[in-house]
């Protein structure tokens, strides 16, 4: 199974943990970085990934998630992918969603993902017949009632 996790997602970490709905998607974004790591899951990474952690201000954040998909992730969209995903990004902005979001969800449709996890409200919100877009939490709980299947 092929996924791809938003930005949001690996920097969830990092995010104040006194909150229960952060510390619960925390957890779970945990446990699909040991999924990945263990050969259960293939991981895509992608330039819009790889351009916006660029970006993060904390060295120590940026550098840990650069590792981390340099290390894990088993297909890489490149720059040079550019024009085709920014096609499928179009259709994606006509409905709302932000440029950056946009290039996220066309790199997970693109290398055909089978899931786009993401902690954004606004992200969950769009919905695609070509991946399903789920949280964290939603994505181990579906897991789980695929194994018990």
């Known amino acids: 199974m092929r996924i791809y996790l938003d930005n949001c997602c690996y920097n969830r970490p990092y995010d104040d943990q006194s909150q229960m709905r952060i510390h619960l998607e925390t957890e779970a974004k945990l446990h699909i970085q040991d999924m990945v790591r263990r050969g259960d899951l293939e991981l895509v990474a992608s330039f819009a990934l790889t351009y916006e ?21 088993s297909y ?9 995903v920014a096609k ?10 932000k440029d950056m979001d946009a290039f996220h969800i066309a790199c997970a449709i693109f290398s055909e993902s089978d899931f786009f996890i993401t902690t954004d ?6 919905k ?7 949280t964290p939490g939603e994505f181990i709980r579906r897991m789980e009632e695929k194994d018990d299947e």
């Open 128 to 134: 695609s017949e070509k991946i399903e877009i789920v």
């Open 76 to 84: 890489y969209v490149g720059k040079e992918k550019d024009k085709e």
């Open 121 to 126: 409200d606004r992200v969950l919100k769009y």
């Open 88 to 97: 499928i990004a179009e259709n994606i902005k006509l409905t709302g969603i």
């Open 53 to 73: 952690n660029a970006k993060n201000r904390f060295a120590h954040k940026r550098e840990a998630i650069s590792k981390y998909m340099e290390a894990n992730a």
